[in-house]
């Protein structure tokens, strides 16, 4: 079975795949403020931003979480998050970006970081992840998945030993919400992230640099 989300704007795009995590977050982050919950790793105080023109994964699975760390001033806080997570993906042009502000007598200056940039038709080109978890606070894309269960409680999202699951290190409700699929293919993506850790990552035609300022033509997207 094949399920194909597309939509007219990029809100609906962006509303289908990620409504019900958003959902899920929201809700476990009234359980950490409870202390019915811990909290994740500790993440730095910058979110990163991140473009795809195209990823192909397997053993797609989805769910809510919370990371928590110290803003830039050093002062607590937590941030609602869904996390997916993939035994494998492949990634074609991918571009990650992150803005460190208000540098004294340079102002903001952009991290840039490039790879994958020839893997359209050459598959040892694409970035290739190994068990890679994804902590994401907003997501546009194209999406498409291979037998997809929406609705999963989070701790049953491992179909096997050795599949994907809750994340060992992330404090989740078992018995929340979470979706999975065999495959997931998404395409013109841009997303918003805390974290991102992985098995193995591996980045051909790694491309890094720095650039004053922030925004269009500095940034991914």
Known sequence: ???????????????????????????????????????????????????????????????????????????DFAAPVAVSGFSEAWITNMCQSVVTPNIPFVGDVTLQLKAGTGGANDASKKVYAKNIYLDVSSLKTDAEFENIDIGVAAGNLAKAPGKPGIQPNTKA???????????????????????????????????????????????CF
């Open 173 to 219: 409700n078992p018995y929340g919400f979470g979706q999975r699929a065999d495959v997931a293919r998404l395409s013109n993506v841009q997303q918003t992230a805390w974290a991102t850790t992985a098995g193995t990552f591996k980045l051909p035609d790694l491309d890094l640099s720095l650039k004053r300022g922030k925004g269009a033509g500095v940034e």
């Open 1 to 75: 079975m094949k399920s194909q989300v597309r939509g007219g704007t990029r809100w609906k795009r962006f509303a289908v795949v990620m409504v019900p995590s958003v959902a899920a977050t929201a809700a476990i982050g009234v359980g950490l403020a409870q202390g019915a919950l811990a909290a994740s790793f500790s993440i730095s105080g910058q979110e990163f931003k991140v473009s795809t023109d195209s990823l192909v994964g397997n053993d797609f699975v989805q769910y809510g979480s919370v990371d928590a760390g110290k803003d830039l001033e050093g002062k």
